[in-house]
C-alpha cells in the first residue's frame, strides 16, 4: 500500500484540466467486449481502476494498450476464462463483466466485487434484471454463475425498486444485443449513463432515453466501432478541486468542465458565498472570504452526489457556523469523521447527521483513507493543515483520482506519494 504525505498550510494557485470520468470509464472498458473491432477511448483517468481493469481484460485474451490518455482496447480474440479474483475485489465495477460478458457468452461468472466500504452495496437489481431478461442466476460462495438457455437473452420490461447506477448499466450492457426491446424505469440518469449509451449507440446500438428515468433498448445483432470515445469529465474530480480551491485557493481556473453537471454542487458553493465564475467549459475559483453554514443533503443525478458531501466537508469547516451533511444514499458513509477529528476538526455525526463546525485550525496528522471520498476529503484537509499529513492507504485515492500528485504538484502542494511498510498490499 502508499502513503500519502503532506506538508500543508501553503495557499495554491493556477490550473489544471480534468481528468475523463471514473464512472465513465470503468463502465466503458467492460462494454469494450461487446465490440466485434478493436474501440478507443481518449482522455481516460491515469487510475489504479483502469489499471486493474486491463488486468481483468487480460486475462480473455483482450489486449490493450495505453498511452497518451488513450486506451485501445482489442475484444476481437477474447476467450472465455477465470477472471483474476484480486483484480476483480480491487473495484466495485468489475460487476459489470456480468452484464458485458452476458451480452457476449450468454453466460458470465465473476467473484462478488469489491470497492468501497461506503456501508451494504447489495446487487439484487442487478440480479432481478438478469433474470427479467431469461438468465438463470446462481449465487454461490463468493461468486455469482449467470446463464441463459440457448435462446439466449430476450428484451423484458424491467422497474427497478432503487434506482440504481450500476444496475441501470448492468442491464443496458445485458440487453444491448438481446432478441426484442427492453425497457428500464425508474432508471438512474447519471451522466456516465448517458456516455456508455453514446459510445454502445455510435458503435449501432438502439437506446434510447439514457438520462431520463425510462430508457429503452432495442437489441441488435453487432455492435462496430467507428470512431474514438472521448470519455466526459470526471464531476467528482471537478466537485473534489473545487472544494480545495475555495479551501486554500489563491485563484484557481478548473479546465475541461461541464458546469450543467456541476449544478447541484456548485449551488451549494454559491449558497456559501464562493464567487465561482462559471464559463462554457471551466470554473475559476478566487479566492474566498467569509462562508455561510449550508445543509447538504444527497440524492440520486441530479442531486447533491453522495461521492461528493466527503469532499465538500473541508470547505464547510471555513464556514462561519455549523453545516449538516445527511448522505440518503449511503448513510454509513463517515469514515472521514473520526480522521478529520485527530487533525482537530469539529465535526459529529448526531441523529444520523454528520454536523460540521467552524474549525479555525487544522493540525496536521497520520490519517487512513477508508475509501476513496474520505482520502479526497483528507487530502482536502492536510493541504489546508499546518505540519505534516500522512494519509496511509492512499491507494483508495490513486484508484480514482487521475494523475493527482502531479496535478496537485501544478498548483503549488508540496505532497508526496510514498510505499507504507506499515499497510501491506
Ligand atoms: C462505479 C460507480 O459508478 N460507482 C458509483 C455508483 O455505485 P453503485 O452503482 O454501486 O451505486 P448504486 O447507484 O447502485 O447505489 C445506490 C443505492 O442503491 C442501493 N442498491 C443498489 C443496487 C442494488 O441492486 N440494490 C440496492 O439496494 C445501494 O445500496 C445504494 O443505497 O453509484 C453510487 C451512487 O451514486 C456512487 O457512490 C458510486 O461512486
Ligand atoms: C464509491 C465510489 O466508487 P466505487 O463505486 O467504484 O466503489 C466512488 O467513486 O466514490
Same mark, same amino acid.
Do not use: C, W
Given at each position: 500500500?502508499?502513503k500519502m504525505i503532506?506538508?500543508?498550510?501553503? +495557499?495554491?494557485?493556477?490550473?489544471?484540466?480534468?481528468?475523463?470520468?471514473?464512472?465513465s470509464?470503468?463502465?466503458?472498458?467492460?462494454?469494450a467486449?461487446?465490440?466485434?473491432t478493436?474501440?478507443?477511448?481518449?482522455?481516460v483517468?491515469?487510475i489504479?481502476d483502469?489499471?486493474n481493469?486491463?488486468?481483468i481484460l487480460?486475462?480473455?485474451n483482450v489486449?490493450?494498450?495505453?498511452?497518451?490518455?488513450?486506451?485501445?482496447?482489442d475484444?476481437?480474440?477474447?476467450?472465455?476464462s477465470?477472471?483474476?479474483?484480486?483484480?476483480i475485489k480491487?473495484?466495485r465495477?468489475?460487476y #459489470?463483466?456480468?452484464?458485458?460478458?452476458l451480452?457476449?457468452?450468454?453466460?458470465a461468472?465473476?467473484?462478488f466485487?469489491?470497492?468501497?466500504?461506503?456501508?451494504?452495496?447489495?446487487i439484487d437489481?442487478?440480479?432481478?434484471?438478469?433474470?427479467?431478461?431469461?438468465a438463470?442466476v446462481?449465487?454461490?460462495n463468493?461468486?455469482?454463475?449467470?446463464s441463459?438457455?440457448?435462446?439466449?437473452?430476450?428484451?423484458? *420490461?424491467i422497474?427497478?425498486?432503487?434506482?440504481?447506477?450500476?444496475?441501470?448499466?448492468?442491464i443496458?450492457?445485458?440487453?444491448?444485443?438481446?432478441?426484442?426491446?427492453?425497457?428500464?424505469?425508474?432508471?438512474?440518469?447519471?451522466?456516465?449513463?448517458?456516455?456508455?449509451?453514446?459510445?454502445?449507440?455510435?458503435m449501432?446500438?438502439?437506446?434510447?432515453? =439514457?438520462?431520463?428515468?425510462?430508457? +429503452?433498448?432495442e437489441?441488435?445483432d453487432?455492435l *462496430?466501432?467507428r470512431?474514438?470515445?472521448t470519455?466526459?469529465p470526471?464531476?467528482?474530480e471537478?466537485?473534489?478541486?473545487?472544494?480545495?480551491a475555495?479551501?486554500?485557493?489563491?485563484g484557481?481556473?478548473?479546465?475541461?468542465v461541464?458546469?450543467?453537471?456541476?449544478?447541484?454542487?456548485?449551488?451549494?458553493?454559491?449558497?456559501?458565498?464562493?464567487?465561482?465564475?462559471?464559463?462554457?467549459?471551466s470554473?475559476?475559483?478566487? *479566492?474566498?472570504?467569509?462562508?455561510?453554514?449550508i445543509r447538504?443533503?444527497?440524492?440520486? #443525478?441530479?442531486?447533491?452526489?453522495?461521492?461528493?458531501?466527503?469532499?465538500?466537508?473541508?470547505l464547510?469547516?471555513?464556514?462561519d457556523?455549523?453545516s449538516?451533511?445527511?448522505?440518503?444514499? #449511503?448513510p454509513?458513509?463517515t469514515?472521514?469523521?473520526?480522521?478529520?477529528?485527530?487533525?482537530?476538526?469539529?465535526i459529529?455525526?448526531?441523529?444520523?447527521?454528520?454536523?460540521?463546525?467552524?474549525?479555525?485550525?487544522?493540525?496536521?496528522?497520520?490519517?487512513e483513507?477508508?475509501?476513496?471520498?474520505?482520502?479526497? =476529503?483528507?487530502?482536502?484537509?492536510?493541504?489546508?493543515a499546518?505540519?505534516?499529513?500522512?494519509?496511509?492507504?492512499?491507494d483508495?485515492?490513486?484508484?480514482? #483520482?487521475?494523475?493527482?500528485?502531479d496535478?496537485?504538484?501544478?498548483?503549488?502542494?508540496?505532497?508526496?506519494?510514498?510505499a507504507?511498510?506499515?499497510?501491506?498490499?
Amino acid at each position: 500500500m502508499k502513503k500519502m504525505i503532506i506538508h500543508g498550510g501553503k +495557499r495554491l494557485s493556477g490550473e489544471l484540466t480534468i481528468g475523463g470520468a471514473k464512472n465513465s470509464t470503468v463502465a466503458l472498458i467492460p462494454a469494450a467486449i461487446l465490440a466485434d473491432t478493436p474501440v478507443q477511448f481518449d482522455t481516460v483517468p491515469h487510475i489504479l481502476d483502469v489499471h486493474n481493469l486491463q488486468i481483468i481484460l487480460e486475462s480473455m485474451n483482450v489486449h490493450s494498450t495505453f498511452e497518451n490518455d488513450v486506451l485501445t482496447i482489442d475484444p476481437t480474440h477474447i476467450e472465455e476464462s477465470e477472471l483474476p479474483s484480486r483484480a476483480i475485489k480491487s473495484l466495485r465495477a468489475s460487476y #459489470y463483466f456480468m452484464g458485458a460478458l452476458l451480452g457476449r457468452f450468454n453466460r458470465a461468472t465473476v467473484t462478488f466485487p469489491g470497492g468501497d466500504n461506503i456501508g451494504p452495496r447489495p446487487i439484487d437489481q442487478h440480479i432481478k434484471g438478469f433474470k427479467a431478461l431469461g438468465a438463470n442466476v446462481v449465487e454461490k460462495n463468493d461468486s455469482v454463475f449467470i446463464s441463459t438457455g440457448s435462446e439466449g437473452l430476450h428484451g423484458a *420490461r424491467i422497474f427497478l425498486d432503487v434506482v440504481s447506477v450500476g444496475a441501470t448499466i448492468n442491464i443496458i450492457l445485458a440487453a444491448v444485443k438481446a432478441h426484442g426491446t427492453t425497457s428500464i424505469e425508474n432508471a438512474a440518469k447519471e451522466p456516465e449513463i448517458i456516455d456508455l449509451a453514446t459510445f454502445l449507440n455510435n458503435m449501432g446500438a438502439k437506446i434510447r432515453g =439514457a438520462g431520463t428515468d425510462v430508457i +429503452r433498448i432495442e437489441g441488435v445483432d453487432s455492435l *462496430r466501432s467507428r470512431a474514438t470515445h472521448t470519455i466526459i469529465p470526471d464531476r467528482i474530480e471537478t466537485g473534489t478541486y473545487l472544494s480545495l480551491a475555495a479551501s486554500i485557493g489563491d485563484g484557481i481556473l478548473l479546465k475541461n468542465v461541464i458546469p450543467e453537471h456541476m449544478e447541484s454542487f456548485t449551488s451549494k458553493m454559491l449558497e456559501m458565498g464562493v464567487d465561482l465564475q462559471i464559463n462554457e467549459d471551466s470554473i475559476f475559483v478566487p *479566492r474566498v472570504g467569509e462562508l455561510n453554514p449550508i445543509r447538504v443533503k444527497t440524492a440520486t #443525478y441530479p442531486g447533491f452526489a453522495t461521492d461528493l458531501q466527503q469532499p465538500i466537508t473541508p470547505l464547510l469547516l471555513h464556514a462561519d457556523g455549523s453545516s449538516v451533511v445527511i448522505d440518503t444514499i #449511503y448513510p454509513q458513509r463517515t469514515q472521514h469523521i473520526a480522521q478529520l477529528k485527530k487533525m482537530g476538526a469539529d465535526i459529529r455525526v448526531q441523529d444520523n447527521l454528520i454536523v460540521v463546525g467552524h474549525s479555525s485550525h487544522l493540525q496536521g496528522a497520520h490519517v487512513e483513507a477508508g475509501e476513496i471520498r474520505s482520502g479526497a =476529503a483528507l487530502m482536502i484537509a492536510g493541504l489546508s493543515a499546518t505540519g505534516t499529513t500522512e494519509i496511509s492507504r492512499a491507494d483508495n485515492i490513486l484508484r480514482g #483520482y487521475d494523475r493527482v500528485v502531479d496535478k496537485l504538484h501544478s498548483l503549488g502542494a508540496d505532497v508526496d506519494i510514498a510505499a507504507d511498510e506499515q499497510v501491506p498490499e
